[in-house]
């Protein structure tokens, strides 16, 4: 602090509390301390101390009396008198403990020990000062002095704990100097050190720093692993934090020791019981990644395929191979995906997975989903029941098996979206072969009333008053199965024999089967069913990418195919617009993906990473499926 500073600072802490100008009728001794003040102010520190040690000298119990030693012991410590500047302080918080002016030297008396290099005497003395000083400002001041002192001496743990009290203490409006100076203390602090506050620090806040530089010493000791799993832990942990963008730029740090924008990696099977999807997502893959080479200027792009095998050790170090080539992001996996997640997570890789399995995009913001799920399904075939073929009744006829009441609660919750009515719903046995008397059930014809639970049937189904004994009850437009060929071949004979032949058959994509189109062809005019890829569509993009495949692979593309082109199209096409600088850029770029025009169907990315697909809509046409006009 300058003694100009030390001036400025006086005045606002109240030496200007009066008007003390020499032409003002004042006392003698105010007379005096104007005149001092007038030096002061004039840069004559000499004569102010003389002025002011001659008002003590002969007015020592005036109520300026303190003021002036205070001003003396400011004069001597900028002049770097600071023995002199001590004996000064020390008779204002002696001689006047009650004065406002005592916290003030208390706390200067700390801040020239300092000065002076004395870092032992600035410990001793601060524990010394009560923490009842008032304002709170002359507390604050307190331990960030002895925090330095702390930090002088090496004992980095209790400058901290020193800085973490200021911070207590200190009013949010000037909070930023002290966390700068905790900040920069806990940075200093070894693995030992950090983990040993960590073990008797709670406040989260307080752990936030800990943690941080707990990640940073490990990675400087080689355990990077660790440190990326902390990290991740933390991000998770605290979604607001002064050093949060300092975690994630760190993760980012480390993930980036190995990364090459020109490099692709695949994780897939090649081996175990998905070695076929391996083989064919692997297909698609590189016919994207055909596309992409040509062009002038990227003939340097790399793909890097590993195996996932049949295990989740096999996959975890698959993904660390990827990470260690330099891959941007990876595509895949189709099996083992909770262990590869885990493990991209863990690394900071933007992943696309290639699942239908449920909440694998929330493992974390580096993990993506490209797949047809039974939401998306759903979704597209209630819309167009709702908005295209004017249904608003619907019955659903289920397998009791996980597949099976999946679908029918995400229907059941989509059609109370629309606003529209579930007449009845039965469930079947997963092994029947008799699907009669479920169909009754539906119509009316095996009982009245269901039991409830809630406002749900549990089986069978509500008949409209005054309709009992009048033969089936068909009071719904629509009735949904999802279900696959082998039951579908059985049940949807058996709805034509029960009148049920007028309806709307609705399904999945287990439907799209040749079995079952060769099986019941006859019963398939009501069907709509959704699709996430039409290899006979009359899309343009579609015919292209099947004609190339055609010709690439002399057979025709299916949905893995499909859906592994269009996820390896979107981040190519990422990396080659502009190559970004680390692995957060290419997970950035992925979640502002919005309405990708793939083959597989215009795709988004929602702020999980969950891609959110415009699916294809079939319906039933004598012995195969067509697409339904978009």
């Keep these: 602090m300058t003694l100009c500073l030390v001036a400025l600072f006086l005045c606002v802490a109240g030496c200007g509390q009066k008007d003390y100008r020499a032409d003002k009728a004042l006392p003698a001794d105010e007379q005096l301390f104007a005149r001092a003040e007038e030096a002061f102010n004039a840069r004559q520190f000499d004569e102010a101390l003389e002025l ?3 008002l003590v000298k002969r007015f020592p119990e005036s109520a300026v009396a303190p003021a002036a030693l205070l001003k003396k012991g400011m004069i001597y410590g900028g002049k770097e008198a600071y023995d002199d500047a001590q004996v000064a302080l ?15 030297a208390l706390v200067e008396s700390l801040t020239f020990l300092y000065r002076m290099g004395d870092f032992p005497g600035v410990i001793q003395k601060g524990v010394q000062i009560p923490d009842t000083l008032s304002p709170s400002d002359y507390r604050v001041r307190k331990y960030a002095i002895m925090g330095d002192a702390y ?10 704990g020193a800085y973490f009290t200021a911070c207590d203490m200190v009013d949010s409006a000037e909070r930023g100097w002290v966390v700068a100076r905790l900040r920069g203390a806990v940075a200093t602090l070894t693995l030992s050190e950090a983990e040993e506050m960590l073990s008797r620090i709670h406040g989260k806040e307080k752990r936030g720093y800990l943690l941080l530089q707990r990640m940073r010493a490990l990675a400087e000791e080689g355990a990077v692993d660790e440190a990326l799993q902390g990290l991740n832990d933390f991000l998770s942990l605290y979604s607001d934090h002064p050093v949060r963008e300092d975690a994630m730029a760190f993760r980012e740090f480390l993930s980036r020791s190995h990364f090459n924008p020109r490099v692709l990696g695949c ?8 070695a076929d999807y391996g083989r064919q997502a692997r297909e698609g893959i590189e016919l994207a990644f055909q596309g992409v080479a040509l062009r002038q200027g990227f003939g340097d792009f790399q793909l890097v395929f590993r195996d996932t095998g049949s295990d989740d050790e096999t996959t975890r170090q698959a993904v660390r191979e990827l990470v260690a080539a330099g891959a941007a992001a990876i595509i895949g996996p189709v099996g083992n995906v909770e262990s590869a997640t885990d493990e991209a997570q863990l690394r900071g890789v933007p992943m696309i997975a290639m699942t239908g399995k449920d909440g694998i995009a929330a493992s974390g913001d580096f993990v993506f989903r490209n797949f047809i799920t039974p939401r998306m399904q759903v979704r597209s075939v209630v819309s167009y029941a709702f908005e295209v073929l004017g249904v608003n009744d619907f019955a659903i006829l289920y397998p009791d ?20 009515e579930i007449r009845g719903v039965e469930a079947y046995g997963a092994d029947t072969a008799d699907f009669s008397s479920s169909i009754k059930k539906l119509t009316g014809l095996w009982y009245n009333r269901p039991a409830k639970d809630g406002d749900k049937p549990v089986w069978g189904r509500v008949l409209p ?11 719904f437009e629509a009735i949904f199965i999802p279900d696959g060929s082998k039951s579908l071949e059985l049940i949807l004979p058996q709805l034509a024999f029960h009148d049920l032949g007028g309806v709307y058959t609705l399904g999945t ?22 699709d996430g890829f ?5 899309d343009p993009r579609v015919k292209r990418f099947v004609t190339a495949f055609k010709g690439a692979f002399g057979r025709t593309p299916d949905y893995i195919e499909a859906v592994a082109y269009d996820s390896a199209l979107l981040v190519l096409g990422i990396l080659a617009e502009k190559a970004p600088a680390g692995r957060s850029d290419v997970r950035d770029a992925l979640l502002a993906v919005n309405a990708f025009p793939g083959v597989t169907g215009s795709t988004s990315f929602d702020g999980t990473g969950d891609a959110d697909k415009t699916l294809t809509l079939l319906k039933g046409k004598g012995r195969r499926f067509v697409e339904v006009p978009k």
């Design 52 to 54: 002011y040690g001659d």
């Design 90 to 104: 020390l008779r204002v918080y002696q001689d006047y403990p009650e004065s406002p002016f005592a916290p003030v």
């Design 151 to 160: 930090l002088a001496l090496g004992d980095r743990v209790d400058a901290v």
């Design 267 to 274: 994780l897939l099977p090649f081996t175990g019981r998905y």
């Design 401 to 420: 098996e996980p597949y099976g009441r999946d679908f029918m609660n995400l229907f059941w919750d989509e059609v109370a979206r629309y606003g529209g």
């Design 465 to 475: 008053e005054g309709v009992e004994g009048q033969g089936p009850v068909v009071d």
């Design 509 to 530: 994509n287990l439907w799209h089967n040749a079995d079952l189109m060769d099986a019941a062809s006859k019963h398939l005019g009501q069907s709509i069913i959704p």
């Design 534 to 538: 039409f290899a006979r569509s009359r």
